[in-house]
């Protein structure tokens, strides 16, 4: 009887580690924007577009696509704040860093809800950036 409530045990720490490791991983898409990788997200910035990083402060001062604004998610990220960067109708790429950094997802479908029109998910982030040998500052 022990060894099947040691296993019971087990079975639901591992599942709760499980789902609590499920929800730092962004989303594949977000409903309203389009999903872009490196090349199209470079594409975009060739275009001129506005790139909205969502990152922490010390991410922030690390390194950043170059002329991107900083609007921290969970301090300064609001419909006022993205409306002082960017019009409704501009294109918008908002990144983070990459597939388990979910402050993307979370601002982009803000974005969407805010009326945004021309929304860039650009999941894979700063280090998709990198690796793909794009500029930094």
């Not at 977000?30 to 975009?44: M, N």
């Not at 506005?50 to 300064?76: C, M, Q, T």
Request: glycine share 8%.
């Amino acid at each position: 009887m022990k060894l099947i409530a040691k296993l019971f045990a087990t079975a639901l720490l591992l599942a709760f580690m499980g789902s609590a490791a499920a929800a730092d991983v962004s989303p594949m898409t977000v409903e309203g924007a389009t999903t872009v990788d490196a090349a199209q997200a470079k594409a975009l910035f060739d275009e001129g577009a506005i790139f909205i990083d969502v990152r922490s402060d010390k991410d922030w001062a690390a390194g950043r696509v170059p002329d991107a604004y900083h609007l921290e998610l969970k301090s300064n990220y609001t419909e006022a704040t993205l409306g002082e960067k960017v019009a409704k109708d501009q294109a918008v790429v908002i990144y983070c860093n990459g597939e388990n950094c979910p402050r993307s997802a979370d601002a982009s479908a803000k974005a969407v809800g805010w009326g945004y029109s021309k929304v860039y998910y650009f999941r894979d982030g700063l280090p998709a950036w990198m690796s793909a040998g794009y500029p930094v500052e």
